[in-house]
């Protein structure tokens, strides 16, 4: 009897499987799947996580020889003054030899109105620098670099994740960075519990009945002084404003800041870069916790060497770490925080710049040597003949009769230099060139310049003015045996 039910059973799940499988495979399934998926929300886009950058960028538009960019008119890039700096390098003036097509968000604008979008915006990279402006929602094929993303549009491998940008910052970035000294400070750590997401899940990977918090001031002692500020928190700037917090993390060399733990949430992704701004900035070296480490341009910066990285799991054992590392360890992760800051995060060139040279990179493309340095010779002041009387050799100098071996100067300074005179030859031509940087000390560049009036084999001045906003002064250069050159340095 149990085996005929048996029987009957096994008869009516193969019955079962057979008839849905032949309606899942009729038409009028298909048909029905079809309508169900178009009415789907806007946000499931599948499609939209599968682009990396063999599927959604057109590589065979680009070569090694013509890897250039066209950027578009916008307000947020000035093309007159910017295309200056990166074009010979990275951009083009003419869209038909680009590569690549690069477009400033703002609000409001339809990417199919741009004139290469084409179908799909295939080789497109579109900026956002606000943070508290939200991006495109359909890009297509487009890449998008933006300091804020929503967890559903993120395409790991393939978007950009920019830092904090603040463009209405009228002041130069060393006027804003504070020192990096001293390497130990006041507080070993610092942790602006406010500043952290809400969720403590520091309990969730360890034993202990206890959170972060709590966990830090156990182990603070007299040697090693642990900090913890419940009511710190860089989003709101009524209770803790900026220079509250920036006074903390000054006095503190390690800095605890932890990875939210929904990613690309509105306030807690907020809170997380403003603060990890704020870490670099203040001269402190970041203690990443999380599980999941999101961190921005992270194929192009090594953040390893700029913060220590922990996950839960690991977190009882980041105590004994930081207190092994020496001070060569702590000077190498401020060094190299203070670099990401001053030359990446520093303005929107730089991060056009690194967002570039990082489509190199994935196209395994030789990046071009880009020479941020732009000399401009301002004038020059050529001597009045002397007659007969050449520089060119030991003589006359100051009113007196000197020999070269007479002057006080290193021997190694003379080495390439043969003083003697040898038969048949001449005089050796070997000169030297004296290259001045000023900024505003026009009298001791008075009295450097006459000092050099008359110089042995001096070839040649070479004045740097580095005062962008004061003119330069044509009465306080005095006329030497020898052409002044004043030139201006732009570095960007």
Known sequence: MNSTR??????FIFILISVLFIYITSPKFKTKLSKYCASLPSFARPQSNECNMETCFNSKRCNISNFKAFVYPSAVWNRTKDNSILGKTYLTKNPEDACMYIFFWKPGSKLTDLQFWQENGSNHIIINLDINRKGPLHPGNALVAQPRFQYFTFRAGFDFILPLYNNNNSKDTWEILLP?????????????SGSQPKLDIFRKYQPLPTSLSEYLKRHNSSLLPITVSSECSPSDIWSCPKKKRLQILTNSTFTIIVMPHQLFKENDWNVFQIHLVEILQSGSVPVLIGDKNYLPLQDYINWKRVLVTFHWNMLTKFLPFL????????LQFKQYGRHVMEVIFSSKKSLLAVILESMHQRQRVPAPCFDPYHPKILFTYQPKSNGNQSYDQPGHFRGGKHSLLDLRMPPEALSFINVERKPGKSWPPEKFTVVILTYRRQYI???ILNALHNLPFLDRVVIVWNDLFTPVNKTIIPELHVPVYVSILFLF
């Open 6 to 11: 048996k029987y009957q059973f096994v008869i």
């Open 180 to 192: 990096l000294f001293p390497l130990r400070r006041k507080y070993w750590i610092s942790y602006l």
């Open 323 to 330: 207190s092994s590392l020496v001070d060569m360890d702590i």
């Open 445 to 447: 560049l008075y009295k």
